[in-house]
């Protein structure tokens, strides 16, 4: 699970994309699902068809929030959904979790199981974003 986290953060192409979702489709975990919600969500950046842009979004959004509707408390489920509302353009009208996300997170990150390791991702992550 490590290894897919930190992967998560390194896709920054399409062939990376692909791969991380021909890697790690059939893991069975469950707390790899809201990363490749967001893979799925990432492949409208890589396509040039308007139709497949907005199902590629659609589908990787219900994936997301299907999951964290059955794990309310999970971090990681809303981690990956404040880093894609915060980076999405605001015409898509998906924003609205951002403040609630980054409080739960912040307030929760200290007493999870995650690792230091990544704990320390998701802080640097957020400061970034706050920066930005």
Do not use: W
């Amino acid at each position: 699970m490590n290894t897919l986290r930190m992967s998560y953060h390194e896709v920054n192409s399409k062939l990376e994309l692909k791969e991380f979702i021909k890697t790690y489709q059939n893991i069975e975990c469950s707390y790899s699902l809201p990363y490749l919600a967001s893979a799925h969500m990432q492949q409208a950046e890589f396509t040039m068809m308007p139709h497949l842009k907005l199902k590629y979004f659609k589908e990787g959004k219900l994936e997301l929030e299907s999951y964290i509707e059955e794990y309310p408390n999970d971090i990681e489920g809303r981690y990956v959904r404040f880093l894609i509302q915060s980076n999405l353009p605001s015409f898509l009208g998906y924003s609205e979790n951002i403040s609630s996300d980054k409080e739960f997170i912040m307030r929760n990150l200290n007493s999870s199981t995650l690792s230091e390791e990544y704990k320390e991702v998701i802080r640097d992550t957020i400061n970034k974003i706050d920066k930005e």
